[in-house]
């Protein structure tokens, strides 16, 4: 039986041991990454710089309410906006295993900077069991690279410590809660963000209209269900082709988003949400009005497997 004390206590005494000197953690505000920054601040203390990347991939206010977060829970952080870097190294890019690589990459090049000001030796990771097996190696097929693990470089000048690596969510969620940290329950959200959930190509026009979609289906999904029956995931997802449909009385050729909703556990297996039709009615009037870029809607009714939860 798992024991969210007794591994907080291990991990602290452990990351003690391993962490002589500073250290700076990629912390998103998720669950995971939010976990892992609590209990190495618990070891070192002032000695961890918890860092917020803003790639431009976030969703709606994210940089906002995640300043919010750390501010409230005492962390020494810092808010960096590399969205212009991010995209660019994005332009032209369609494969999703490219795209997971080249963020990847990215972010141990922004990260390798701030640690250098920092004077930090050491760059902690909320990377969770799913993550690496998920990313391949050895007799594992890879199935996606996550960007903190299939994406990073061979060569980097920091060393890694991924105190949550042995973890599936549902374990990482018992820690938050033991913790007391005010995301234990957040649903969970992909470390290459919105560019994942953009079919194809990314650029500044598909990560506006992804973005606004994704805003919705959260605010109408909220709004429905309160905390307990709510999906474990839900998001939209912007599909890389047109179709034709008609606004007011002219005729329009606009964007394809699909709704995804999902029922899981520890992300490694998932069943399709059972959405009623007023939700999904209500989620399509507002993505069709309220994004003009957009014509048409369609929901995701597919299981992991043979799906994954995220299209990308």
């Known amino acids: 039986m798992f024991n969210p004390e007794t591994f907080v206590k291990e991990k602290v005494e452990e990351i003690k041991n391993q962490v002589k000197g500073r250290a700076i953690i990629a912390c998103s505000g998720g669950v995971d990454s939010t976990v892992a920054a609590k209990i190495v601040e618990m070891a070192i203390h002032e000695n961890l710089l918890v860092v917020f990347v803003d790639t431009g991939f976030m969703r709606k206010d994210e940089a906002k309410k995640v300043e919010a977060l750390f501010r409230r829970a005492g962390f020494n952080y810092r808010i960096v906006d590399s969205s212009k870097e991010f995209i660019e190294a994005l332009r032209g890019v369609t494969d999703p295993e490219e795209k997971r690589k080249r963020?990847?990459?990215?972010?141990?090049?922004?990260?390798?900077r701030i640690a250098k000001e920092f004077g930090a030796?050491?760059?902690?990771?909320?990377?969770?069991?799913?993550?690496w097996i998920e990313s391949g190696g050895g007799l594992r097929d890879t199935i996606k690279s996550h960007h903190n693990v299939g994406g990073l470089p061979e060569k980097m000048n920091l060393k890694l410590v991924e105190p949550l690596r042995d973890l599936y969510k549902d374990e990482v969620r018992k820690v938050a809660r033991y913790l007391g940290i005010e995301t234990a329950e957040r649903q969970p959200f992909p470390g290459p963000g919105l560019a994942i959930r953009i079919i194809g190509e990314v650029d500044e026009e598909k990560l506006h209209i992804v973005r606004e979609a994704n805003a919705?289906?959260?605010?109408?999904?909220?709004?429905?269900?309160?905390?307990?029956?709510?999906?474990w995931q839900y998001f939209a997802v912007l599909l890389p082709l047109r179709t034709v449909g008609v606004h007011g009385d002219k005729r329009a050729y606009g964007y394809t988003v699909a709704?995804?909703?999902?029922?899981?556990?520890?992300?490694?297996?998932?069943?399709?949400?059972k959405a009623p039709h007023d939700l999904l009615e209500r989620i399509a009037i507002r993505i069709t009005t309220e994004i003009k870029e957009v014509n048409r809607v369609v929901y995701d009714i597919?299981?992991?497997?043979?799906g994954t939860i995220e299209w990308e």
Not at 103 to 112: N, P, T
Not at 216 to 231: A, H, K, L, T
Not at 302 to 306: F, Q
Request: proline share 7%; charged share 30%; aromatic share 14%.
């Open 103 to 112: 963020i990847g990459a990215k972010f141990i090049e922004v990260f390798e």
């Open 121 to 131: 030796e050491y760059l902690v990771q909320g990377t969770i069991a799913p993550d």
């Open 216 to 231: 919705i289906v959260e605010e109408e999904v909220e709004r429905y269900y309160d905390f307990e029956s709510r999906p």
């Open 259 to 273: 709704i995804r909703m999902v029922e899981s556990l520890d992300g490694m297996t998932a069943a399709y949400f």
């Open 302 to 306: 597919t299981n992991k497997p043979p």
